[in-house]
């Protein structure tokens, strides 16, 4: 079993930035892909932000020229640098792990990291 564990997250101010990092607890060798999902109440979960094995990146409309994802192989970890953030950022917050494990795909997800943004 991975686990993966988040951190960053709190309370900012409209306008502010935050950055998340997930920490995995396996090497990202055989990874597939990373993600960062999240979750306002009463939403459906939604992705954020996807960065492959070979680095091509991918966002929501909505955060786009806001937030970047980056990974840091030697620390098996995924950061999402948010910035210029909106009270519509607030949710919690997924990081996932897909790690290519024959014959299929390995699915993992972080406990979820909150992320609170004031007026």
């Known amino acids: 079993q991975v686990q993966l564990v988040e951190s960053g997250g709190g309370l900012v101010q409209a306008g502010g930035s935050l950055r998340l990092s997930c920490a995995a607890s396996?090497?990202?060798?055989?990874?597939?892909?990373l993600g960062w999902y999240r979750q306002a109440p009463g939403k459906q979960r939604e992705l954020v932000a996807v960065?492959?094995?070979?680095?091509?990146?991918n966002y929501a409309d909505s955060v786009k020229g806001r937030f970047t994802i980056s990974r840091d192989n030697a620390k098996n970890t995924v950061y999402l640098q948010m910035n210029s953030l909106e009270p519509e950022d607030t949710a919690l917050y997924y990081c996932?792990?897909?790690?290519?494990?024959?014959?299929?795909?390995?699915?993992?997800w972080g406990q979820g990291i909150q992320v609170t943004v004031s007026t």
């Open positions: 396996r090497s990202f060798f055989s990874l597939n892909a």
């Open positions: 996932n792990v897909k790690f290519r494990d024959y014959p299929g795909i390995s699915d993992y």
């Open positions: 960065i492959t094995t070979g680095g091509s990146t």
